[in-house]
């Protein structure tokens, strides 16, 4: 399982940011798959998180209507679309994954299985 996240990188406050994310080595409409994030001093937190079967989706309360999550099947990749972006959501961003057939929320809270590298997103004027 590998997991290749990118977009990052500086937008001004208010803007938007797609991150892209290509998995390999399994397929995402059968794992559950999403992004957390980690914030220089913070623990990780989990940002946006999609059950395998795709019927369940988690937002963090901080991102829920400002962030959106989608998946294209056939090129295997995940997006996250962040739009009215804050200084807070300075973070590295993280690509996750895992077989578990948990709700989101519940995998969240346990930890997800499988990582990619985090790609760096920096919200300032």
């Known amino acids: 399982v590998q997991l290749q996240a990118s977009g990052g990188g500086l937008v001004q406050p208010g803007g938007s940011l797609r991150l892209s994310c290509v998995a390999s080595g399994f397929t995402v409409n059968n794992y559950a798959i999403g992004w957390f994030r980690q914030a220089p001093g913070k623990e990780r937190e989990g940002v946006s998180v999609?059950?395998?079967?795709?019927?369940?989706?988690y937002y963090a309360d901080s991102v829920r209507g400002r962030f959106t999550f989608s998946r294209d099947n056939a090129k295997n990749t995940v997006y996250l679309n962040m739009d009215s972006l804050s200084p807070e959501d300075t973070a590295v961003y993280y690509c996750?994954?895992?077989?578990?057939?948990?709700?989101?929320?519940?995998?969240?809270?346990?930890?997800?299985?499988?990582w990619g590298k985090g790609t760096l997103v920096t919200v300032s004027s």
């Open positions: 996750v994954a895992d077989e578990k057939k948990w709700p989101p929320s519940a995998l969240v809270n346990y930890g997800m299985e499988y």
């Open positions: 999609v059950s395998s079967d795709g019927r369940s989706i």
